[in-house]
């Protein structure tokens, strides 16, 4: 039975193909009857009639529905369609083992937690009777949750065994090829009896866990061979080097476990993987482990970054030949600069997401977080040590910005899906710490684990412990000052005090945990922080500057100086004053150059090519194109603030409409194409206003409340604006104002979860909005109004749709920069194909998590935001960079 996208085997509608290995292909797909997404392992066509494997099929079945364990992948189903036998799982989203190790070494903290895992599943595995027997990188997932033991089909059920059977395979990776021998497993990880023929036990498991440990540690293979005799020859005569000779700061201990795994005879192991885990479980306990990856360095490398080499080479000879004539070192280091050139193995850094690519480097001045996606993927943040040319990512950091690191340098903090969250240095589980900060904006975390963030859409700072509470509002905007927000807090050395940017105007102050008094600093373009020993950092007209500061007096010293012009940040908006430079406590600074100028708004085809370039000025965002097509309203930042334009596409003019000493943004255009609708913070909050599109007359107030909102969309018929409010009880929703009438809104999407964009169909009986209740984000449609019934369309991820006018095509944007399209059919009932991809493109790259796209009327063209080659500017590492004052 051929397998494709679209059919369906009894309840489940398959959505697209996973993989495929020697016991079956696996597809993703829906599960009608609950809504959600599964995997399905189908037995192969040429192997259905084959009883001896058909059986052990069933017995996979039987295999993992004994097991109920976090650690193992859990079963759902088994059935037959059209004479296909099929398994139904756990679907899971991350990555294998496998695709991560061909990136490299995982940290080593890392490496253990997942071991710890992985034993404690075998553990379970194990103590019912069921032996895994392929034990293997591609047969473990990597999940937000930890990882997933994969794949019983080779499992041993009580003292029944199949010892012969042409499924031995040997190669790499999860694209490994059946090739025919005569013992169950995969060779490269396979334990000497598996390969002498004798029957398999628990111990056979724990070899093959060796080897997967001693791969993830080391990044390279335990056992190699040019050929599968070779290999054979490897496995059953010689040891591989001790993970001590590879990996320079492993635990020692960590070899003495991974090496009585790898013991030749059964007997000589580990005898149980329960005493294999309180082994793992000890050497974490025990603190032999390493600080986080990259660990301390304990011996010279010969890997080290040229620069470093450099510095450490001058400093010591300054030093010795100080101690020599003097007794004391007489001379200071000097500063050493260096790029970090954005790179396939690194991560390339995002630069068109509002928030992503500033970098926040750690306390400690050894590590670098910044947010990045490797090709067309979705930004994790990424981990750089600063004394290697390696980076890793974070597995469960999507979508995350705002990055700041805990004063001991072990845990990054960070905002994603509208919810303050940390995660160690070393990655493993993600913590959430608040689901009220909304969309906001900057953080910092002092050494009593107090962390102050800005949720919106309140104004000031709170405070909260980093093990999660109830956030405690610390400065309140000053309303004689007409100050809007608080954001971008810095603590100072005492953990005490901070500093902030209270707007408008950008104005840098100090304030108290311990009391509500502030002091009034400087004026800036950006956020201040403090760098040791005694300086503020800031922007100001697109300069780095600094100044000398006491932090125990809190008072300014001197004149300020330059430090770098062109130093990235940002200009109005939400994240208005986030600037991309970072300062540790030992003297390294980096930043990134390169501002917003080369965003733009440009039409694309529907195979991605860029059709033409909208003739403008400045940096453009959230385009939206006016019913008639011929003009766009887009939001534009310039001196701290933002505004709405109107760009003319005949006559290729731009024209300003809105002049408020506040920030406005996300315009609308009415049906008619005579008003448009924005939201503006003039009063504090970001309210609903409107102003004819020709630029006559005043502003009119539509809708005035104690949160944020934004306007969404405006039905054909002129009745309905559909707007987002962000409320820190239930996150975001949407709501319709009536534009008749009394005006009072209601809500039509509200839950506990981000509901995001919306847009009303053309003929106004259906609204579609995109969603993370089902734990990811995707697109939903609703009749409007209400009837309870909804229809999910995205069958993988989704945001932001939008209609085409003659109502047949719907589009939406995925956080992989995929522009996506499924025909739909409207009327009583509300029908949707398969989506399909139109194009994916790095060039508008996170576009979907803050800016929207407008079609035109016949749905051929797509006016969206580009960055063009800006997504791929380097940062810059500046070591001692005090040195340059003298």
Known sequence: MQISPGMSLGPYLITGAIGAGGMGEVYKATDSRLNRFVAIKVLPHHVAGNAERKQRFVREAQAIAALNHPHICVVYDVGEEAGAQYLVMEYLEGETLAARLDKGPLPVEQALKYAIEIADALDKAHGQGIVHRDIKPGNIMLTKSGAKLLDFGLAKLGISSVQHSPDVTAGKGPSEVTAQGVILGTLQYMAPEQIEGVEADARSDIFAFGAVVYEMVTGKKAFKGKSQASLIASILEHDPLPISMRHEVAPPGLDHIVRSCLAKAPEERWQNAHDLTIQLKWLIEDGSQTDGPPAAIKRSKIRERVAWSLLAVTVAGFTALGVVYFGTPAIEAPAVEFS??????????????TAAPFPAVSPDGRHLAFVAAKTISIPRI???????????????????????WSADSRQIGFRSEGKLKTIELSGGPVAVVSNTIGDGSGGSWNSEGTILFTPRPVGGIFRISAAGGEPVQVTFPDESRKEVRHHWPH??????HFLYLAEPPNTIFAGSLDSKDTKQLLTADSMAIYSPPGYLLFIRQGTLMGQAFDASRLELRGEPFRIQEGVRFNRGGPVNGLAAFSSSNNGVLVYRSGMDDTVRTVWFDRNGKEAEAINQSGDSRNPRLSPDGSRAAVQRAAGGQSDIWIIDFARGTNTRLTFNNADETYPLWSPDGTRIVYASNQDGRLDLYSRAASGVGNEELLFKSDLDKLPVDWSLDGKFLLFRPTDPKTQTDLWVLPMTGERKPVPVVQTPFTDGWGAFSPDGKWIAYSSDQSGAFQVYVEPFPQTGDKTQVSVDLGLTPFWRRDGKELFFLTPDNRLMSVDVELG????????????QSREFANITTALRASVSRDGQRFLLVSAGKSAESPLTVLLNWTSLLK
Not at 340 to 353: A, D, K
Not at 828 to 839: D, E, H, I, T
């Open 828 to 839: 009583a009932k509300f029908r949707a194909g398969v989506p399909k991809m139109l194009f």
């Open 382 to 404: 990424w981990i750089r040590s600063l004394n290697t040319s390696d980076a890793y990512e974070l597995a469960g950091t999507e979508g995350s910005t705002m990055l700041f």
């Open 340 to 353: 970090i050139p954005p790179t396939p193995e690194m991560g390339f850094v995002v630069s068109n997401n």
């Open 491 to 496: 603590f100072l050395p005492d953990g005490r």
